[in-house]
């Protein structure tokens, strides 16, 4: 019994709610009425409120199933919207027209503009039970919010994203947020608002609106924007001494996943101003797996990582041929010591060797060439041009003829690096498979 009669469960509140509803049909009915005679209960007829009277409890059981029907009694009002505003419309229509009929059915005089009375009263006052739920809820809210000072946030966005990202932060009791203000690129939506937040204007008032709103944090809610434009849009963000969070790229508002919880902070791919490239990493692993595999200059930067990816997906051998023994050695010794199982050679050498580079290859006879060894600093070499020469065009040329020569290698890679592309001098080339 004292469940029952606790506000706490959602049972005693829906009985609560029905009660409410009967009292304010049975008021709305007399009222319309009343309101009809111009507020004089002394001039309703006589005939008019028998016929109220007789209708009465067909009218409240119409009614509540109507209520019923429309689910108007398990829904969380707390977060109750334009939706269930709709619902209660609806319901107080039906309920009319239903009264409406069975009045005229019943040969039940009325006047006909009890009718619009009754419907008005009936919508007003179901809206206010219900949406008296989430009044309540937002002064619950304000009172439990963290007593420290709010923290300032710029949304950038004002689409289906930036409204529901706004609407999270005003309703949820957990994030100490207030949204001041918003920017967005369409001129049309400056000077309006949004949720009840101004949308100051476009991107370019980003810093300007930072500084008149003291803004401490900056969150970017497009997440259907391309890179060029997040981008830019960031750049001018980290010309603030705003924090930034950005809503994930994919654009995720058709399974309704956008929220507080997915915002994270800028990484570098948001900057990048291209797709991140997916690398097949098992199609890739089937190249080098159960084969013999060269890496020149695998002592450098590029050619460790090389060697460190290669060994990971279980080569027969991996030979790692350099000209620095110091580099050669430290990416010998983390190989041994990740992988001891794996069979690894380690050789010194130039790859403008033309005798050294051929007997490796006649004696390992590789599956597979990854050649990186060359020199690849632009503007020290463009002032030692004849090294860079010797290096990187005769080494490359005498590597892959010993490749041939010899026979065996089915693949032979040419490493470049990010010069190759729009190259500025002949140090930038395109990076080339040479299959046999």
């Known amino acids: 019994m004292k469940n029952i009669f606790s506000l706490k469960t959602s049972k005693s509140r829906m009985i609560l709610l029905f009660i409410v509803d009967v009292i304010t049909i049975i008021v709305n009915s007399y009222l319309a009425l009343i309101v009809r005679y111009k507020m004089d209960g002394n001039t309703v007829p006589v005939e008019d409120l028998a016929s109220v009277n007789t209708y009465l409890l067909i009218n409240i059981v119409t009614t509540m199933i109507i209520f019923l029907l429309l689910n108007l009694y398990n829904r969380v009002w707390s977060y ?3 939706y269930e505003a709709l619902l209660v419309c609806a319901a107080a229509i039906l309920s009319t027209a ?15 503009s009890f009718h619009l009375f009754y419907f008005f009263f009936l919508t007003m006052t179901t809206l206010i039970t219900r949406f008296s739920y989430r009044i309540l809820h937002a002064l619950q809210r304000g009172i439990s919010k963290n007593t420290n000072r709010p923290i300032n946030t710029m949304v950038i966005g004002a689409g289906e994203a930036g409204n ?20 967005d690129d369409n001129p049309s939506k400056t000077g309006k608002y949004i949720r009840g937040v101004r949308i100051v204007g476009d991107r370019t008032k980003i810093k300007e609106a930072a500084k008149k709103y003291d803004v401490d944090e ?28 950005v809503l994930p790229g994919v654009y995720q508002l058709i399974n309704d996943e956008v929220s507080v919880s997915k915002l994270r902070e800028v990484s570098i791919e948001d900057l990048l101003g291209r797709d991140t490239v997916k690398i097949d990493i098992d199609s890739i692993a089937g190249y080098v797996r159960g084969k013999s595999v060269l890496v020149t200059g695998g002592g450098g930067s590029i050619g460790s990582e090389l060697c460190r990816q290669i060994a990971a997906h279980n080569p027969r051998m991996l030979i790692i041929f ?46 597979v060439v990854y050649h990186a060894a060359a020199h690849k600093h632009v503007p020290l070499m463009e002032d030692s041009p004849n090294e860079a020469i010797k290096n990187n065009v005769f080494g490359t040329y005498k590597t892959a003829r010993a490749a041939d020569k010899y026979g065996g290698v089915k693949k032979f890679v040419l490493i470049s690096t990010d010069k190759a592309v729009n190259p500025t001098n002949i140090m930038g080339g395109r990076p080339r498979d040479y299959v046999r």
């Open 80 to 82: 109750a919207s334009l």
């Open 98 to 112: 239903f009264q409406a009929f069975g009045m005229s059915l019943l040969y039940l005089t009325v006047p006909r």
């Open 164 to 183: 529901i990202i706004i609407t999270e932060m005003k309703t949820s009791k957990h994030l100490n947020r207030n949204v001041v203000c918003v920017i």
């Open 218 to 245: 900056i969150m970017l809610a497009i997440p259907s924007a391309d890179n060029k434009d997040t981008r830019d849009i960031l750049r001018i963000c980290n010309e603030t001494t705003c924090k930034l969070k």
């Open 322 to 367: 350099d000209i620095y023994e110091n580099n050669a050695y430290d990416i010998q010794q983390e190989l041994k010591k990740k992988y001891p199982k794996l069979r690894l050679e380690v050789l010194i050498g130039s790859v403008r060797n033309t005798k050294r580079i051929e007997s490796v290859m006649d004696l390992y006879r590789p599956d």
